[in-house]
Structure formats: C-alpha cells, structure tokens
C-alpha cells in the first residue's frame, strides 16, 4: 500500500482497515453501521479499555505497528481472562497524522487481529480521526459463560497465591532494548509482543480463585491491588520466584537484580490469582506465596515478610 | 478541586474520577477492577466507539469540561440508539496533559455521567493516560431487549423517510460561534450540548423501522451511507423539511442558506429511518423523502430530485 494516511482519506483508511478483518460466529453484526453487535451469551458482558500512546506506550522504531497491535490487543484481552471471562470482541479508537505512511495502520490492524484471533475475539468496529499523536484505544468485550466474574476483593488469609505467564520477561526486553542492544531475541520479543495466558482466566476461576488479576504494572503492584481490595497483606516467597538463568545473565550483563524485573516488571500480562488452601492446582501454575490477614501496616504486599522497598509499580503521569 | 492532573497523579485521578460515578441495575462491576460486568438480557450487546481530540471536535473556549463530557457521551450514546438498542454502558479512555487543571477531567466525568443518565446508561469504566492532546475515547454498550438490530442495509424501494431530533441547530450554533457571536443561545446551547432522542432509536424498531442512523456527519451524508448500503436511492423533500424561523434569522444575518445547515450539519444526533410505506407514524416523526430504486447513478441521496451540489458530509481527515 503505498501513500499516507491524509491521502487515503478517512473513509479509504476505514474501508482498508475493515478489509483486513476476520469474523467469529459471535459477531452478529460486524464494522460498518452505527454500532456492532457481539454474541453475550452470558447474559452480561465484561468490558475493559486501555489507552496507548506513542512515546510513552511505544516507540515506532522499537516496535512495528504489528507488533504494537498485538501488544495493545493482549493487554486489554488479558484484562478480560484476568476476570474469569473468554474474550470475545475489541473495538479501536485510533489516532493517526495525516502524514503516516497508511501500512502503519494497516499493520497495526494485522495485529490487533491476529491477537484477537489467539484469544477467540474478534474486532468488531471502530473509529479513526486525524490527530498529532498516534493514540490506539482500545475496548474489549468478554462472557462469563456463567461463571461469577473473579475480583480483586475475595483473598482471603490462608489462600495461596499462584501465578502462570510470563514475568519480567518484557521489563529485561526493555532493559536490553533502551541500552541499545537487540538481543537476547525471546526477551526483546518478549517487550513486543506479550503472551498473556487468556485460557488461565476461565481455568482459574473454575479451580476456585477468590481474586484475580492481570500483571500489567508489575507484579508486586498488581498485588497490591488485590491486597487493597480484599484488605489483606500479601506475602510471597522469592525462594519460590523463578528466575529464568538467561534473565540473570542478563541482569549480570546490565547490572541489576533479575528478581526486580520479575516482581516489578509489568506488560507480560500474566495472570496471578489467589486460591483457597485446598485448591488442586495444575503444574502450569506456581505457587509463589500467601495471603495473610492485614497487620497494623494494613493491606500491603510483603516478599519473604519484608515491605519490597525497591522502586515498584509504574504510575503512569510519572515520567 | 485544585491543582492538576499531574499533581493528582494517575490514581488520585482515577479514584476522584470514579468517586463522581452513580450506577444502574445494569451495572454488575463497576470501576476499579481489571474490567466491568454489565447486564446484556438479550444475550447480544450492542458497541461503538468514538474518539474526540481537542482541537479538532472541541475547543476548550468555545465548550466546558461539562459540555465536551455531555456530547462526547451524547454521540456514543445515540450511535446505539440508532441500531434500535438501549444504552447501557460507558468506557472512557482518557488522555491528559500533567498541567491540566483537575477541575476539567472532574467536569468532563460529570458530563459524561449526567448525559448517560438521561440515556439511562451509567459509566462503568476507563483509563487514564498522560499525554499532549486531550483526547476522549468513548466506547458505549447497549441492549437489544429482543429487538433486531435495525442496520443501514434494510431500505427498500416504496419506503418513507422519517427523522426525529434536531437538524441544523448544532451547525447554526457553529456559525455563530464562528463569527465571534455568543447568542441566539438556543443554537449555541445546541453545538455545545446535542439533545440525541434516545428513545426514538428503539421505537422505530418496534414502528418497523427497515433501516436507520443517526446524524453525525449531516442528513445528506448519513442518509448516503444508507442509500449506499441498501442500494438505493434518497429523495428528500426540501419542502417538508421544517427550517425553524430563527434558524432562517441567523442565516440571514451570517450569508448562509439555512437549508444547508439543516441538509450538511452534523453534531445534532437527530435519528433518520426508513419505514414501510403503510408505517403509522407518531406526529414526533416528520417524513421529509421517500426511497427509490438506484438509477443510473447508483445509489445516492438527491433533493427535491436533483443531487444536493453544496458542501455536504464531512470527512474528518480533510482540514
């Protein structure tokens, strides 16, 4: 596709965009009329929406617009499984210059589909507007398919917390790419391109889960949202954290501790959850520590009973 | 409130930002977990997404936080009106520069809250980012309570035009602003805040509606996209179209025919359908045209038989 976005103009760019798209039977009524229709089978839908900007979210000359898609499909479909649900439908609110070449929205789309596709959605509608900034907005859709949607606020003391997924392998991508270098491969791949484990989320609630949650800002951040939610202290055992050899040889190579990337790193968008004590848990799932009633610190996430004091969390108006 | 959103940093916006909220029966989860529940009794859900930039759909001296918050939600909203659905729900996405005073997103929150009262839908969720450009990704759900979804495809041959709303208004109230004028109010109260009649979007359903949208984009280009997607031809009546006596005041007083407002401006949400010639019509509905078969020239949208030759719909990537 050769051109720009201005010179497709806004109803070339949608009519291409569309183009690229594949259906599941859960699409009732796809891109092009006032409004999408998506199978809720349910009879409640489960909805999320993240924002991601260029610059801040990512950079076009560390990630291509593919890959840019995949990730800002995961992290909004892996919000979804994170409550129980299977992912059904995305929509995209998208922010383009006129002067992008039109293959970066194409490319995107690509990806968002592909995505969708790995999670049994589809996207379904949208819009685009010319805009300074590249700003990708997403919306997913999810169905219980009966289940009780799984909280942040059911731990409770004496559940297990458990983890399956990717974490830190993005955050060490990050340390690799911003000093320059591409490789290792699996962990820069990693920072691209997300796999969150969306068939966990159904699983785990049917094992039981009390809580559950998505590590997109770091797992220890993540926590401690479950922690506040369900006013409890959370404390986890880093003899039970899994640090993969590579990611020390990493941390070695660029000087920080690896086991800060796996408690502090976020976007892998695995998915911890808490479950009761007797609770049989597949070997996809690690038990990393417990839930314990709040002390007087109140609900807080402690590693190996200690307040994590290294630089946690990510808020996303600091710099 | 004082200070800004930079000072509030992400979760003080966040946690102010819900803390205005008010929910529905619908609302199963609200904000504050990985993703919201709402209802869908009807087993399918209805879904549209708009992206708003200051700048480009609002000024920040022309429209307050409020106002920006009441339309932004208002042209969601009756984007599923238009399939003949209920609204039920909001997800906001949400960009914000750190020295943007706190007050704005407060307001805008508020307006978008108030505006979905009025639709009986209530906010259920967002994001918030840091960013240049204010940028406001709305994503509105719905529920067909057993209705067809009423699509842009289903005009036919013999079938009446009907609409119900505001035409024009939001597009005179422009022109003033435009020109440095701050009255007649009623125009300029309907650019900064459209009135979208909700309920109509439903009842055309059951008065057998064929085919229906709303008017975002002016009469003669929305009724295009239906002629286009039906396959047929639109002849509008020019003369009954009511063109409101102070509407035809302004025009006078700016150089401008105030047809042209009526037939190209957009912004108002009125909602046009097409219905079976022996539909009973409540008087709320004005027929102004009838559907005919494409000619020669395809499908398209003529007034009074001959194409409409002014400036007509808007493509948001031209200047």
């Given at each position: 596709m050769k051109g720009t976005v201005g010179e497709?103009?806004?109803?070339?760019?949608?009519?291409?965009?569309?183009?690229?798209?594949?259906?599941?039977?859960?699409?009732?009524?796809?891109?092009?009329?006032?409004?999408?229709?998506?199978?809720?089978?349910?009879?409640?839908?489960?909805?999320?929406?993240?924002?991601?900007l260029e610059g801040r979210h990512f950079r076009r000359d560390w990630s291509t617009a593919y890959d840019v898609g995949r990730k800002a499909a995961a992290q909004n479909l892996a919000d979804i499984a994170a409550m129980g649900a299977v992912p059904t439908a995305l929509l995209l609110g998208l922010v383009v210059p006129a002067e992008l070449p039109a293959t970066w929205p194409m490319e995107l789309m690509d990806g968002l589909r592909d995505e969708c596709d790995v999670a049994g959605a589809a996207v379904?509608?949208?819009?685009?507007?010319?805009?300074e900034t590249i700003t990708v907005a997403i919306t997913a859709l999810g169905d219980l398919r009966n289940r009780q949607p799984v909280t942040r606020?059911?731990?409770?003391?004496?559940?297990?917390?458990?983890?399956?997924?990717?974490?830190?392998?993005?955050?060490?991508?990050?340390?690799?790419?911003?000093?320059?270098?591409?490789?290792?491969?699996?962990?820069?791949?990693?920072h691209?391109?997300?796999?969150?484990?969306?068939?966990?989320?159904?699983?785990?609630?049917d094992l039981g889960a009390t809580?559950?949650?998505?590590?997109?800002?770091?797992?220890?951040?993540?926590?401690?949202?479950?922690?506040?939610?369900?006013?409890?202290?959370?404390?986890?055992?880093?003899?039970?954290?899994?640090?993969?050899?590579?990611?020390?040889?990493?941390?070695?190579?660029?000087?920080?501790?690896?086991?800060?990337?796996?408690?502090?790193?976020?976007?892998?968008?695995?998915i911890v959850a808490t479950f009761p004590p007797d609770a049989k848990l597949p070997a996809r799932w690690r038990v990393i520590g417990e839930v314990l009633a709040a002390g007087t610190?109140?609900?807080?996430?402690?590693v190996d009973g200690a307040p994590w004091e290294r630089a946690g969390g990510f808020d996303h108006f600091g710099e």
């Open positions: 497709l103009g806004e109803f070339g760019l949608i009519r291409e965009l569309t183009s690229r798209l594949t259906a599941t039977p859960a699409v009732r009524l796809g891109p092009g009329d006032d409004a999408a229709v998506v199978a809720a089978p349910d009879r409640r839908v489960v909805a999320s929406t993240d924002v991601l379904v509608g949208g819009d685009v507007v010319r805009g606020s059911g731990a409770r003391p004496g559940d297990m917390v458990a983890v399956t997924g990717w974490l830190g392998w993005s955050a060490a991508g990050f340390a690799v790419l911003s000093r320059g270098f591409r490789s290792p491969r699996a962990f820069v791949e990693a691209r391109r997300p796999e969150p484990p969306y068939h966990a989320g159904p699983a785990a609630a809580a559950m949650t998505d590590v997109s800002d770091g797992l220890v951040a993540d926590l401690g949202h479950i922690a506040t939610a369900s006013g409890v202290r959370i404390d986890l055992k880093s003899g039970d954290i899994d640090v993969p050899a590579q990611m020390k040889d990493i941390g070695q190579a660029v000087g920080v501790d690896p086991l800060q990337w796996v408690l502090t790193g976020g976007e892998d968008h695995a610190a109140g609900p807080q996430v402690t």
